[in-house]
């Protein structure tokens, strides 16, 4: 009888298990650094839209406490989603609350200027009315 020999199958090609979790557990840490890169993305999106409103809305009251004379100080003022000024406390939609205070600037802050300049903070709240949220800006302003 002559002798046969039997050539081997081809060698399937395949991924192991071993390498498949491996890459699957490479892909999901990186989806989940990914998602968490857009949560911080959109928190410091909120934070510079937040910080945008806070800076036009004290220019608007910094200009005017510039432009009237006879300024009141002492009124509490409010401001909407779109840094829009509010006559009204109860009116729906308030966002911002602003409050006033003021002092004469002192030779030993600025020393060689008119000793009747103010100093105001100009004090945001929000959101209105829980207030959780401060943020003080500070305008020095010629005397009236």
């Known amino acids: 009888m002559p002798a046969t020999f039997h050539t081997p199958a081809a060698k399937t090609l395949a991924f192991s298990l071993v390498e498949i979790t491996i890459a699957l557990g490479i892909i999901s840490f990186s989806l989940v650094a990914l998602l968490s890169l ?6 410091l999106s909120r934070q510079s839209s937040i910080d ?3 800076a036009c809305m004290a220019t608007r009251m910094a200009a005017e ?15 909407d ?15 911002y609350c602003c409050n006033l205070s003021t002092n ?29 949220n401060t943020q003080t800006f500070y305008v020095t302003l010629p005397p009236p």
């Open 38 to 43: 857009f949560s911080v993305g959109l928190n």
């Open 81 to 95: 989603g779109k840094s829009l000024p509010v006559a009204n406390p109860s009116t729906p939609g308030i966002v």
């Open 65 to 79: 406490m510039t432009a009237q004379p006879s300024f009141d100080f002492a009124t509490t003022y409010y401001f």
């Open 52 to 54: 945008t409103a806070l």
């Open 104 to 132: 004469l600037v002192t030779d030993t802050e600025m020393s060689g200027v008119s000793p009747q300049l103010r100093r105001v903070h100009i004090t945001f709240s929000w959101p209105f009315p829980k207030n959780a």
